[in-house]
């Protein structure tokens, strides 16, 4: 059971470059959503997915998509990377947070865009 | 305005100390309350979990939450060095899927 796997753990982009972090989870949870934190900010919700189909807007969604295909993946993809995308993004998920079931998170991506 | 409000600190305690750490919020909807702890270059993971108001122990931590002034807060007692970490407080209002996190109480227990 590995839980919530979030590749790379490391990233350095130029501006204008595109990527997807990618978010797998084994624990059959619907809820899914992406957070990225910075210093004084907190975390910061991006998107979230209460199950395969179906996403949402967060916090601060511009310059971020994301897709829900299958229960266990839900990748982000940052379509034009800027240096204010620099950041540490978690992913995490959840067996149902209407029963209120905490987060379980993934170890990170750290993305540095020069 | 943030819905959730916690002091950044940094908090500095001598091993043995009892911690209080401490968070405010703003929406009267909130009914779930979640403590995460994030170790430096690590996610966070959920530490304590209370529904509504009241007090929840586990082991050395203890979970309060005082709906009536918006007030939530974490005690540590017997802090140990390996209690060093970002604390952040979090809730969630009935009906809403997401969590609202406070920026994070960083804590170091010195030996």
């Known amino acids: 059971n590995a839980g919530v796997t979030q590749t790379p753990k490391f990233q350095v982009l130029k501006t204008g470059q595109s990527m997807t972090l990618q978010c797998a989870q084994d624990?059959?949870?619907?809820?899914m959503s992406w957070y990225r934190q910075d210093p004084g900010m907190g975390l910061r919700l991006i998107h979230y997915s209460v199950g395969a189909g179906i996403t949402d807007q967060g916090e601060v969604p511009n310059g971020y998509n994301v897709s829900r295909s299958t229960t266990e993946d839900f990748p982000l993809r940052l379509l034009s990377a800027a240096p204010s995308q620099t950041s540490v993004y978690f992913c995490?998920?959840?067996?149902?947070?209407?029963?209120?079931?905490?987060?379980?998170f993934g170890s990170g991506t750290r993305l540095t865009v020069v | 305005q943030k819905e959730v409000e916690q002091d950044p600190g940094p908090l500095s305690v001598p091993e043995g100390a009892i911690v209080s750490l401490n968070c405010t919020y703003s929406n009267s909807a909130f009914q779930y309350f979640m403590w995460y702890r994030q170790y430096s270059r690590k996610g966070p993971e959920l530490l304590m979990y209370?529904?509504?108001?009241g007090n929840k122990e586990d082991g050395r931590f203890t979970a309060q939450v005082d709906k009536s002034s918006k007030y939530i807060s974490l005690f540590i007692r017997d802090s140990q060095p390996s209690d060093s970490a970002t604390y952040l407080c979090a809730g969630r209002p009935t009906g809403a899927n997401n969590l609202f996190f406070g920026t994070g109480t960083r804590l170091t227990v010195i030996p």
């Open positions: 209370t529904y509504s108001s």
């Open positions: 624990m059959n949870h619907e809820y």
């Open positions: 995490a998920s959840s067996k149902d947070t209407q029963l209120g079931y905490g987060y379980t």
